[in-house]
């Protein structure tokens, strides 16, 4: 399966730092945590919608110029 644009320039980005994780398209709708955990067929806990990392100064999105504004637009 093809992944779309953005899937497949952070598939390239993971690729190019050696990562050796493999981004996927799901066929069935996962616009919830809990739709996610069911297509995977993983436990709820195990989904992660965003991620934010927190600092001394407050939460932090990272900015990669490798990503572009991937993160700040939502995906």
Do not use: D, W
């Not at 600092?55 to 900015?63: L, Q, S």
């Amino acid at each position: 399966m093809t992944l779309p644009a953005k899937a497949q320039h952070v598939q390239n980005v993971l690729s190019a730092f050696g990562l050796n994780l493999q981004v996927i398209q799901l066929s069935e709708s996962a616009r919830t945590a809990r739709e996610a955990a069911s297509a995977l067929n993983c436990t709820l806990g195990q989904i992660v919608k965003s991620l934010v990392f927190g600092v001394k100064e407050g939460a932090y999105i990272p900015e990669c110029p490798y990503l572009g504004n991937f993160f700040q637009s939502g995906g």
